[in-house]
Structures are given as C-alpha cells and as structure tokens.
C-alpha cells in the first residue's frame, strides 16, 4: 500500500539541532496529513507535530518554539527540524501519513522510526 522511509536521526549535545525526513510512496492519492511521534524508553508514545493538507500545524505543547513541521507535497515528504534540543527529546521518532479514502480519514502509515539522541 503505503511505505514510509525515514531518515536524519542521530545523536547531538543539548542545544543543538537535527533535521528528520520522512519521504511516501506507493498508493497515494491524497494525502490529509502527515506528522511525527515519538516514544522513549519505557514511557508511552506521544505526539510531537503535525501539519494538514490545508498547511495548518499542530505542536506539542512540549516543543512549542523549537520544533518546525514542514512538507514537500511534490514529493510527499515531511520535515522535523527540531533546535534547542534537550535531554529529553531522547527518543524513536516516529512518522506517519494518513489518507483520504471515501470521505475519510484513513489509519495513519507508519514510518520504521529513527532514534533520536540528545546528550553529553
């Protein structure tokens, strides 16, 4: 159906920034948003960012002034650039798409996750 490859992910010193990429494919026709979620080491899976076909952006509260979601519809890719990165950003992060289908909202596609690593 739907593939998700992600890409960017690394590990960097608290303050600095890394920009993650998640590029779709396959059976695409339109798209009604894409965005990022992310889940460290013995907590639950938490939203981070999302942006929807109009271009409207949704944060966590979290990363509110550090975090910017953008897209490339031309290519059916979503961008994460996060600055001011702190310890606990630490995390898999998570991409994923959601479809229009009938009139609706499809279950989102998942990306395979890239580790995210903030620390000394």
């Known amino acids: 159906q739907v593939q998700l490859v992600e890409s960017g992910g690394g590990r960097v010193q608290p303050g600095g920034s890394l920009r993650l990429s998640c590029a779709a494919s396959?059976?695409?026709?339109?798209?009604?948003?894409m965005g990022w979620y992310r889940q460290a080491p013995g907590k639950q899976r938490d939203f981070v960012a999302a942006?929807?076909?109009?271009?409207?952006?949704n944060y966590a509260d979290s990363v509110k002034g550090r975090f910017t979601i953008s897209r490339d519809n031309a290519k059916n890719t979503v961008y994460l650039q996060m600055n001011s990165l702190k310890p606990e950003d630490t995390a898999v992060y998570y991409c994923?798409?959601?479809?229009?289908?009938?009139?609706?909202?499809?279950?989102?596609?998942w990306g395979q996750g890239t580790q995210v690593t903030v620390s000394t």
């Open positions: 942006i929807a076909r109009g271009g409207s952006t």
């Open positions: 994923y798409v959601t479809l229009e289908s009938w009139g609706r909202a499809t279950d989102p596609y």
């Open positions: 396959g059976s695409i026709f339109t798209i009604n948003a």
